[in-house]
Nanobody, 115 residues
Framework: QVQLVESGGGLVQAGGSLRLSCAGS????????MAWFRQAPGKQREWVAT???????NYADSVKGRFSISRDNAKNTGFLQMNSLKPEDTAVYYC?????????WGQGTQVTVSS
């Protein structure tokens, strides 16, 4: 089993930056693909970015060039660096680990971008 805890959210002005962290427990973290999702009020949860266990990355078009996903397997931690934030990036951000067909989710961290 993998338990995930996100941190790093907060209130930031448009154009600012935040770095989210996703701390994972369990020895399988380094073998799991990791992704970030977000959910804005009244909207469905949407995919933001993915990093494979080997470090390959993919991004949603809406964040490409502004967000960067990374991981430190030695520390069982994943990151989402968010730059040039926009009010439309306001959402609860969740990390997810995918391993052997199972998904593990964190509890989410709120990101609010003021205009």
């Amino acid at each position: 089993q993998v338990q995930l805890v996100e941190s790093g959210g907060g209130l930031v002005q448009a154009g600012g930056s935040l770095r989210l962290s996703c701390a994972g427990s369990g020895s399988i973290f380094s073998m799991a693909a990791m992704a970030w999702f977000r959910q804005a009020p009244g909207k469905q949860r949407e995919w933001v970015a993915t990093i494979s266990e080997l470090g390959g990355t993919n991004y949603a078009d809406s964040v490409k060039g502004r967000f960067s996903i990374s991981r430190d397997n030695a520390k069982n931690t994943g990151f989402l660096q968010m730059n040039s934030l926009k009010p439309e990036d306001t959402a609860v951000y969740y990390c997810k680990a995918h391993w052997r067909g199972l998904d593990y989710w964190g509890q989410g961290t709120q990101v609010t971008v003021s205009s």
